[in-house]
C-alpha cells in the first residue's frame, strides 16, 4: 500500500481564532531526535534586527516529509500557474 492509499480524506474543523491565519517573514526549524519544530516569526517593522514568534508548530518526522512533499507540489502548482516559469 503506497502512502497516497493509506492517507483518508479528513474533515478538519478550523476555529475561528484559527482561521484568521498568522502572517509569517520567515520559519525557524528546529530538529530533535523525536521532532521537527517549527518556529514561525515575524520581523518588527521598525527594528530589522528584531522579530516575535507568532506560531510554533511541532512534528513527526514522518510528518515533516509528507509536509514537504506538498509544499513541493503546490510551489509547483504555483510556479506553473502563478508565475507561468
Given at each position: 500500500?503506497?502512502e497516497?492509499?493509506k492517507?483518508q480524506k479528513?474533515?478538519?474543523d478550523?476555529?475561528?481564532?484559527v482561521?484568521?491565519?498568522q502572517y509569517a517573514?520567515d520559519?525557524?526549524?528546529t530538529v530533535t ?14 527594528e530589522p534586527?528584531?522579530a516575535?514568534?507568532v506560531?510554533?508548530?511541532v ?5 515533516a ?5 506538498a ?5 509547483g502548482?504555483?510556479?506553473?500557474k502563478?508565475?507561468k516559469?
Open positions: 500500500m503506497t497516497e492509499t492517507q479528513k474533515t478538519v478550523i476555529p475561528q481564532n482561521q484568521v491565519g517573514h520559519a525557524l526549524i531526535p523525536t521532532d521537527f519544530v517549527f518556529t514561525f516569526v515575524q520581523n518588527e517593522p521598525l534586527s528584531k516575535h514568534a506560531a510554533r508548530v512534528m513527526a518526522p514522518s510528518t516529509k509528507r509536509m514537504k512533499e509544499l513541493g507540489k503546490q510551489l502548482t504555483y510556479e506553473e502563478i508565475l516559469t
